[in-house]
């Protein structure tokens, strides 16, 4: 079952790599008609993903989240997800040679790391807590990074010369969309931790690195948020911050190579 | 989030400018004005976000001291070493300078955090009586030129009458999900329409929610304590403190492995005793802890005991029991793990010293299997005797008869009692529900309003929603389906006006 795990990963790396060409030739070679294929193939990218991920889980009987391979495969899927959810609700495509570029090249790095299946150390036994924490954080880290690529978009895009991306308004929705999806999933995700560290440790809170690097990132969106309340700071501004939080998002999923504390041992 | 509302429409009360607020005379409440409104500003909001990330950014990259040397000036002095020669000059001076070491402990982080709930609660007050009134007084009655000027606006052209048109429209409203309350608009058959006017509220939810999370764990730390390492050899008895007369016993340590040698689970079974009577048993894991009258003994980790029996010269055992080796002793250029005991009235303090868990060869003065005993009589600061026992042996050390009777484990537990980590949760429900109601029930409105044009009749729809890609397909929407109720043909989806906010060009459609 490992071993089909691994087969869809890598069926799920080659799909992407085929639509992200496709999201090139939309955009880039300005080919309508490619548009469909991006899609079709990113939502079996998307289909492979989650197969390699759900046999994972059963080849090792929890949930696939527990070295960086895995979450840097459930990373690429969170964004992908994301994605496909953002092109559907704004029927719009242009955005997806950004998106998936980054999912892409998630799943590259991942494909560089040892796959193997650890045993689980025993702080981290707790099943529904850590599926449910680290689901959030691949739904947030996937929605930051689809906000990301809105954001990156607005600013090559500012005055709307770029025939073929959005309009920078409708870059601008975009961002705000992913951060709806992505803050509270984030807030979520502090909190499951905060409830997992009460109970393995007795503390809600320990201000260990990696918890500090989540709350920095999660503050980065809240201040988005009332940014853009200032009419005059929607746009440039607002977009530069979502560049911001999703440098903070990397800083914090490869914090353990720095950091160290409390989560080093999960090498999560 | 902020809905557009034209000026067309009544304007919410702003507890600013609606003369509700005294007019300032004297220089304090001037003062007291100023200060209200820059804590209730958005802007200042943002700065003090802004400056809590940075904080947390900078608690996060500087290397923080554990919270056992920041407890003591002496062991935190030395712990500067460390920084100092990773950071080198300016910036391990500057550090200490600006208390970056304890970071989240320092009493500008924790000024920090009370002038942002200060600012929380500032603008939020501000803002209750504006959102009260979106809520509780909706903008039934508008001028006609809504109809011209609203950033979504439609219409569209029927044989039936103004009256009927408004009946189906308010059908077709109700049926879409708004709440319609029927009205006349310049004397014409109208209606006004919104939803999820609730949703509103999300934003005290979700503020107040910050606010409990903020104070209880302030409450906390006031009324709560945690001993992080209440270390209890097995079949010893160690006490909580903190006046609880609780002790805890230690009954068995068990521990498992997988067939790589990695830890797989360990556990210990304990006693909890009140006044030396047992009040509760139970065996605990790392996520499954022991919970007695709200204290919580949570297994944390485990270490290396020994049994010692010391008897005086008389022959009367004096001491009888295991010393936890769990903590860390460095001498003669190498570290040992160790714990101690005392003796007599106090007459002795013995060290029990084994070689480090963390050293790769043998220890050069403690064979394995061994331990090393330091003996220091009061105000001495070198041991007045330094013996090493293999297991088993006795040894006559400053008139006393010392035994090493046999290796045994301790249970590293935390002990922790925080009578108010529920209100936390609540907190922190408030502060998820009312962010995720912001979001997905945002207020929308709309009008709808029908006049006699010549042979027909004019049915025409405007909303104040604020313009994007997924309000405006709404819009559509919505008007298609007052269109379809009124048998109508629609005239025109008018395109925005250009003062308009931020709003669509084309979006490149599906197909
Ligand atoms: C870490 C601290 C904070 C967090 C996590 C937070 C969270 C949020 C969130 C999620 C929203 C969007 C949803 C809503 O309207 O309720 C929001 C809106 C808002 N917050 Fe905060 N907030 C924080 C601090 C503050 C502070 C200090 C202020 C003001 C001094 C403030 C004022 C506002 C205002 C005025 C809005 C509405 C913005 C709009 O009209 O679009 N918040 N906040």
């Known amino acids: 079952m490992a071993q089909a795990s691994y087969y869809t990963f890598t069926g799920a790396f080659v799909t992407l790599g085929v639509a992200l060409l496709a999201y090139l030739w939309y955009s880039i070679g300005q080919r309508e008609g490619a548009g469909r294929y991006a899609t079709f193939f990113t939502v079996n990218a998307a289909a492979l993903l989650t197969a390699s991920l759900g046999l994972r889980w059963l080849a090792s009987g929890r949930a696939p989240y527990s070295n960086q391979f895995e979450f840097a495969v459930s990373f690429a899927w969170g964004t992908v997800a994301i994605y496909l959810y953002l092109e559907r609700r704004f029927r719009l495509r242009s955005l997806g040679f950004v998106a998936v570029s980054l999912a892409f090249v998630l799943l590259g790095y991942a494909s560089v790391l040892p796959a193997r299946i ?13 599926t449910t924490h680290v689901a959030m954080a691949v739904i947030s880290y996937g929605a930051f990074a689809c906000a990301f690529a809105a954001g990156l978009l607005y600013l090559v895009n500012r005055n709307g010369a770029v025939e073929f991306l959005p309009a920078p308004e409708v870059l601008d929705e975009i961002g705000l969309k992913a951060v709806m999806v992505g803050f509270p999933a984030q807030g979520l995700m502090l909190v499951l931790g905060a409830a997992w560290a009460h109970v393995a440790w007795g503390s809600y809170w320990s201000w260990d690195p990696k918890e500090t690097a989540a709350l920095f990132t999660w503050l980065i969106y809240g201040a988005y948020l009332h940014v853009r309340s200032r009419h005059q700071w929607r746009g440039r501004a607002s977009a530069w911050i979502l560049v911001a939080g999703f440098g903070a998002v990397v800083f914090t999923f490869s914090g353990n190579y720095f950091l160290g504390g409390l989560h080093t041992y999960s090498g999560l | 989030m902020a809905t557009g509302t034209t000026a067309l429409t009544s304007p919410a009360p702003d507890p600013f400018r609606d003369g509700t607020q005294p007019v300032s005379t004297n220089g304090s409440r001037d003062w007291f004005d100023r200060l209200w409104s820059l804590l209730g500003s958005v802007r200042f909001g943002i700065t003090l976000i802004t400056l809590a990330a940075i904080a947390t950014f900078a608690g996060t990259v500087v290397m923080q001291a554990p919270g056992t040397v920041q407890a003591d000036p002496d062991q935190f002095a030395a712990w500067l070493v460390g920084p100092q020669s990773r950071y080198g000059e300016p910036f391990a001076t500057i550090f200490e300078w600006l208390d970056l070491y304890r970071t989240f402990q320092s009493t500008w982080f924790r000024a920090l955090l009370a002038v942002l709930a200060l600012a929380i609660t500032v603008n939020t007050t501000t803002r209750a009586p504006g959102i009260l009134a979106t809520v509780s007084r909706p903008p039934v009655a508008v001028l006609a030129r809504l109809f011209d000027v609203a950033a979504h606006r439609a219409e569209s052209e029927t044989v039936i009458g103004p009256e009927a048109a408004v009946t189906n429209a308010i059908d077709a409203l109700r049926r879409a999900g708004y709440r319609v309350i029927p009205t006349t608009i310049e004397g014409a058959p109208a209606a006004y329409a919104d939803r999820n006017r609730f949703g509103k509220f999300g934003t005290f939810a979700n503020h107040l929610g910050l606010l409990v999370i903020l104070g209880s764990a302030v409450l906390g730390n006031v009324t709560g304590w945690r001993e992080d390492a209440v270390m209890v050899p097995e079949g010893s008895v160690r006490a909580v403190g903190h006046d609880t007369g ?37 065996s605990i894991r790392v996520n499954d802890p022991l919970v007695v009258g709200g204290v919580r003994f949570h297994q944390a980790f485990f270490g290396p005991a020994v049994a010692m029996r010391v008897r005086n010269a008389s022959g009367d055992v004096i001491y009888d029991d295991r010393v936890a080796l769990g903590m860390t002793y460095d001498g003669d250029g190498v570290s040992r793990n160790g714990g101690n005991f005392v003796i007599g009235n106090r007459q002795y303090a013995v060290f029990v010293l084994v070689p480090s868990s963390a050293l790769q060869g043998p220890d050069p003065s403690i064979p394995a299997g061994s331990v090393r005993l330091e003996v220091f009589a009061p105000r001495q600061p070198r041991p007045v005797a330094v013996e090493t026992l293999s297991q088993g042996e006795h040894r006559t050390i400053v008139g006393h008869d010392f035994e090493f009777v046999r290796e045994v484990q301790f249970s590293g537990l935390q002990v922790v009692f925080d009578p108010v980590v529920n209100v936390v949760w609540i907190g922190a429900a408030l502060m998820l529900l009312g962010t995720v109601a912001v979001f997905n029930l945002p207020l929308k409105r709309a009008w709808v309003r029908a006049t006699a044009e010549g042979e027909g009749t004019r049915v025409q729809v405007a909303s104040t929603n604020p313009r994007g890609v997924i309000a405006d397909r709404e819009f559509a929407d919505l008007v298609g389906r007052v269109g379809k109720a009124c048998g109508g043909v629609p005239v025109a989806l008018k395109a925005p006006p250009p003062e308009a906010p931020p709003g669509v060009r084309e979006a490149h459609p599906l197909h």
């Open chain 1, 118 to 130: 650890d045993p689980l150390i025993s702080a981290l036994q707790n099943h529904a807590m850590l």
């Open chain 2, 246 to 282: 609780l002790s805890v016993r230690n009954e068995a340590f068990v521990e498992e492995y997988f067939l790589n040698g990695t830890a797989a689970d360990f556990r210990s079974e304990i006693v909890v005793l009140r006044d030396g009577r047992e009040v509760a048993r139970g």
